[in-house]
């Protein structure tokens, strides 16, 4: 490995874009299945990763809920999370935003406070252990109604202080924005911050809508601005960041290669861009992977890496205290 790699292993970073069933391991999705005996199609760790191989959104979808639909108890969601803070630890990823989407588990009996027991438990353990700091997103499926998001938004109300926001993921192309005005204007009221997936198979119009019905605080992907210059000029204007994924983008192919993403082309522009995984397991890499490969196909350097890496804990939802220490830790790294 070249002295630019190891050196971006080291980098300290920030990932606010994860789905945390999207870090679902094919060892552990094999071994819930048999578990809690859920018939699916796979026999073999080769078999589940030959399936990795997705035409667009909507064909990764469904393979990404059928992994998800193998989860049942407390133990189950404990180490979910559990594999993915451990993996957080190995690659210097110091804060992390986690979406958690409890609808997708409802169709198999699984209440919310089991979901949450079990990634409380792994949450308090990573932090005990390693000082690793993490934080929850409420988010919601899009394929479904806005009804059923109010309802989740609703029972989740005894776990208030266990999410920091809520966001919006799923079919994006036929769900736009404005199907959930009413959902996000009530997350605002009860203090929640606010997310959605917007731009990523969407177009620039699903960007605009989240920005002016769901009045967000994040875009998550946005890659589809570079369409719209009036787009562009109001996100680096608001300085609204975009938690772009690019591994991810090739993979549902968003763009042909790696050499076509438009990462650094958004970053020069003056974007606040972030660099994040998305779903890790499924398209083939964590946050090291995802830096690695802009070095090696857009030829990002030393100082576009860091500018990234501090984007993403300005970007977070910590506390401006709390930033402004793991900033510090960044500084410290790029000066050593
Ligand atoms: N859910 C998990 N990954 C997603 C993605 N890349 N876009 C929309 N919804 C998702
Ligand atoms: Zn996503």
Sequence with gaps: MNDFKQ?????????????????LQASRLLQLAAKNGVDIPYDSVESVEQAYNFE??????????????VLRDEEDFYFLMKDYLDKCHEQNIIHTEIMVEPQTY?????????????FRKAIAEAREQN???????????????????????????????????IGLASSEVGNPPEKFERLYAKAKSLGYKLIAHAGEEG????????????????????????????????????????TVCPLSNVRLCVFDTMADHNLLEMLDKGLCVTVNSDD??????FM??????????????????????????????????????LLAKLDAFAAA
């Design 106 to 118: 409802l169709p198999y009996g699984v209440a919310v406070e089991t979901v949450l027991a079990g």
């Design 280 to 285: 890790p397991t499924y398209f083939g890499g």
């Design 131 to 165: 000082g690793q700091s993490a934080l929850m997103i409420l988010s919601m499926l899009r394929h479904l109604s806005e009804d059923e998001a109010l309802a989740m938004l609703d029972s989740v109300e005894p776990f208030r202080d266990d999410f920091v926001g």
């Design 56 to 69: 667009d959104l909507q064909s990764f979808l469904d393979l990404y809920y059928l992994g998800a639909s």
């Design 288 to 325: 090291n992977e995802n830096f690695e490969s802009l070095a090696d196909e857009l030829g990002m350097n030393k100082e576009q890496a860091l500018k990234l890496s501090a984007n993403g804990f300005k970007a977070s939802f910590l506390s401006d205290e709390a930033k402004a220490a």
């Design 203 to 242: 177009p620039p119009s699903y960007i605009w809508g989240a920005l002016d019905l769901l009045h967000v605080d994040r875009v998550d992907h946005g890659v589809r601005c570079v369409e719209d210059d009036v787009l562009v000029e109001r996100l680096v204007k608001e300085q609204i960041p975009l």
């Design 7 to 23: 050196w971006l292993r080291a980098m300290p970073k920030a990932e606010l874009h994860l789905h945390i069933d999207g870090s």
